[in-house]
């Protein structure tokens, strides 16, 4: 697992994996809010594709998301 050295402007950390091979994204925002899907951040995905995404401010599926995240290199 290697974690980008590089900042990014607002402080996300950024995994990437050999091993590991998911489509899927999990955003966490400040532990309050949680966007998980397939969605990809560009024109096309947002504008084209059929993409999907579920947002939750659910407590404990934050807490499982994140230790599911740390398991995974985090």
Known sequence: ???????????????????????????????????????NMTKNSLDQNRELAIITREPDIIKQLQATFATDGG
């Open 1 to 39: 697992i290697i974690t980008s050295s590089k900042p990014t402007i607002l402080g996300a950390k950024i995994i990437y994996s050999a091993k590991l091979y998911i489509h899927a994204k999990v955003f966490i925002v400040d532990d309050q809010a949680a966007m998980i899907g397939s969605i």
